[in-house]
């Protein structure tokens, strides 16, 4: 079990460039989700995958943000014109689970930490 | 709106010390309950849950939470706290709270366990 991985670890951009990040989850995961944590705050939720189609998004996740899950494996999200606002840790989640989501437990990566200077 | 309230944002304690780790929530139609653990440069770990049953739950390394309906409260307790257990811990909830979507995990804004010698 290699768990979830995200990369990079690190991205440092200057406000107005664009930036991508990618989660591969546990390989037999069929759900994926992206969260955003700010300093002081817990996960705040962005979207959500069921295999390769995006069933929910977030109000958080402004025009600027873009996300895919192509082949229902990897995930990759991109943020267009970064703002310093967005400067934050991007989680990753996967989770496998036929029924009610609610109750399944979601398996974390490690974070991929953006500054927009 | 849908909360997780964490009481306490910060929590030192001696070893060996007994301690607890506060979290309320809205009230809900249905809930379902976690807790998370981060330990230092570490991804976020499920601790225990609670999904139905018996209202104590209890994880491998000697934490437990009671989840109290009427007081809409999932604290988490350990007896004897070891240095190992110095990490943040954050308390989620999922399921339809107030309206909101289910599946997606509400968080709190994390509790920092400090175990001093």
């Known amino acids: 079990d290699t768990g979830v991985s995200q990369d990079p670890r690190h991205k440092i951009t200057k406000r107005g460039q664009n930036v991508t990040f990618r989660c591969d989850p546990i390989s037999e995961h069929n759900r994926l989700y992206w969260y955003r944590q700010t300093l002081g705050q817990g996960p705040e939720f962005l979207t959500y995958?069921?295999?390769?189609?995006?069933?929910?998004k977030s109000r958080l996740l402004s025009d600027r943000f873009s996300a895919e899950r192509p082949k229902g494996s990897f995930s990759t999200l991109e943020i267009q014109r970064t703002e310093q606002g967005d400067s934050a840790m991007y989680l990753c989640?996967?989770?496998f689970g036929l029924g009610e989501r609610s109750t399944d437990t979601q398996y974390f990566g490690p974070g991929t930490r953006l500054t927009v200077l | 709106a849908q909360s997780v309230t964490q009481l306490d944002s910060q929590v030192p304690v001696f070893e060996e010390a007994p301690v607890e780790l506060r979290c309320n929530y809205s009230?809900?139609?249905?809930?379902?309950l976690f807790w998370y653990v981060q330990y230092p440069n570490q991804g976020l770990q499920l601790l225990l849950k609670y999904l139905s049953g018996s209202t104590l739950v209890e994880s491998i390394n000697g934490f437990e939470a009671e989840f109290n309906k009427s007081q809409t409260s999932f604290h988490l307790r350990k007896p004897s706290v070891h240095i190992s257990d110095t990490a943040e811990y954050f308390c989620?909830?999922?399921?339809?709270?107030?309206?909101?979507?289910?599946?997606?995990?509400?968080f709190g804004k994390g509790t920092k366990l400090s175990v001093k010698p």
């Open positions: 995958f069921q295999n390769e189609a995006q069933l929910e």
């Open positions: 989640a996967s989770s």
């Open positions: 009230s809900s139609v249905s809930v379902y």
């Open positions: 989620a909830v999922s399921g339809r709270l107030d309206g909101g979507s289910q599946g997606n995990l509400i």
